[in-house]
């Protein structure tokens, strides 16, 4: 199996900040990772796929980068829509493995 | 708009036989992966399997003896059954749509089953 490392596991940030969160894999992944925010009692919602590519409706101050096994998800100007608990999947092989999570919380 | 709506009971008791149902409206189940993804109280995200709606499947091998997913594409539904469940199973468990070379772009709201006796 693909164990995916997020860190940090949470952080504290304020509105118009920028937010980065990594994503190591164990082995490589070839971009296939995507990354999803998740907002309490509510489903996670996809945010990138192929590391880098927006999904549609997505604003656009979210990004993603990265290669290999080493990936970003940043936020630039952070909103207050955006605090939320973010996590990294990939789908490069089965089992499909997803990061523990970053809580991204407002300071 | 493509939608999921999970369905089934809420309370299972333990060794029984877990089964949920996953109704897809607004779109077609053809051509795509179709996902079971569980959470924990608290927790993150687990991958239980995906079926393709030609039938064929791929399960987590951490719960593969004890899952079998299922696609009946005359109602647009996928189903889950997890055999012989403990308070572990406890989650919240959500379907999900994927394609190839791409996240998860459609999750259904999710439904909250725990284990109890």
């Known amino acids: 199996d693909i164990q995916m490392t997020q860190s940090p596991a949470s952080l504290s940030a304020s509105v118009g900040d920028r937010v980065t969160i990594t994503c190591r894999a164990s082995q490589g992944i070839s971009n296939s990772l995507a990354w999803y925010q998740q907002k309490p009692g509510k489903a996670p919602k996809l945010l990138l796929y192929a590391a880098f590519r927006l999904e549609s409706g997505v604003p656009s101050r979210f990004s993603g980068s990265g290669s290999g096994t080493d990936n970003t998800l940043t936020i630039n100007r952070l909103q207050p829509e955006d605090f939320a608990t973010y996590y990294c999947?990939?789908?490069?092989?089965?089992?499909?493995?997803f990061g523990g999570g970053t809580k991204v919380e407002i300071k | 708009q493509v939608q999921l709506q999970e369905s089934g009971p809420g309370l299972v008791k333990p060794s029984e036989t877990l089964s949920l149902t996953c109704t897809v409206s607004?779109?077609?189940?053809?051509?795509?992966?179709w996902n079971w993804i569980r959470q924990p109280p608290g927790k993150g995200l687990e991958w239980i399997g995906y079926?393709?709606?030609?039938?064929?499947?791929n399960y987590n091998p951490s719960l593969k003896s004890r899952v079998t997913l299922s696609v009946d594409t005359s109602k647009n539904q996928v189903s889950l059954k997890l055999s012989s469940v403990t308070a572990a199973d406890t989650a919240v468990y959500y379907c999900?749509?994927?394609?190839?070379?791409?996240?998860?772009?459609?999750w259904g709201q999710g439904t909250t089953v725990t284990v109890s006796s």
């Open positions: 607004g779109g077609s189940i053809s051509s795509y992966y």
């Open positions: 999900a749509r994927r394609k190839v070379h791409y996240g998860m772009d459609v």
């Open positions: 079926i393709y709606y030609s039938g064929s499947t």
């Open positions: 999947q990939q789908y490069y092989s089965t089992p499909l493995t």
